[in-house]
């Protein structure tokens, strides 16, 4: 069964520091080890995400984010200009999770 967790995201670029977490949220969050199947990890001037057959990326999920977090890291990742924000599915070592992923725009790829 998918737990569905609206107030996660899954992490695969800058996010992964802990460091620039604090700094965007102002404190530390909870964090555990994810995979996304179905997607590979690209960089241009910013890291991003393909869909690619047999691909998995490893990051991070981010726990219990509050509204004030979302609009900090809405704004973070330029949301709707470089990134837009999706629903996915990922495996953690407590079986799959419904969270969020930035996805890049074409402006994002092209950057």
Same mark, same amino acid.
């Given at each position: 069964?998918?737990? %569905?967790? #609206?107030? %996660?995201?899954?992490?695969? $670029?800058? +996010? +992964?520091?802990?460091? /620039?977490?604090?700094?965007?949220?102002?404190?530390? *969050?909870?964090?555990?080890?994810?995979?996304? @199947?179905?997607?590979?990890?690209?960089? @241009? /001037?910013?890291?991003? +995400? *393909?869909?690619?057959?047999?691909?998995?990326? !490893? $990051?991070?999920?981010?726990?219990?984010?509050?509204? !004030?977090?979302?609009?900090?890291?809405? @704004?973070?990742?330029?949301? =709707?200009?470089?990134?837009?924000?999706?629903? *996915?599915? *990922?495996?953690? !070592?407590?079986? =799959?999770? %419904?969270?969020?992923?930035? +996805? =890049?725009? #074409?402006?994002?790829?092209?950057?």
């Amino acid at each position: 069964m998918t737990t %569905r967790a #609206p107030d %996660r995201l899954f992490v695969y $670029g800058s +996010l +992964l520091d802990e460091a /620039k977490r604090r700094e965007i949220l102002g404190r530390a *969050v909870e964090v555990s080890e994810a995979q996304l @199947a179905g997607f590979e990890r690209r960089r @241009a /001037k910013y890291f991003y +995400l *393909v869909a690619a057959d047999g691909a998995s990326t !490893s $990051g991070l999920l981010m726990l219990n984010l509050t509204h !004030s977090d979302w609009r900090q890291l809405d @704004a973070y990742e330029e949301v =709707p200009e470089l990134y837009t924000r999706e629903e *996915v599915e *990922v495996s953690t !070592s407590n079986g =799959p999770v %419904r969270c969020w992923v930035y +996805l =890049p725009t #074409p402006r994002c790829i092209s950057g």
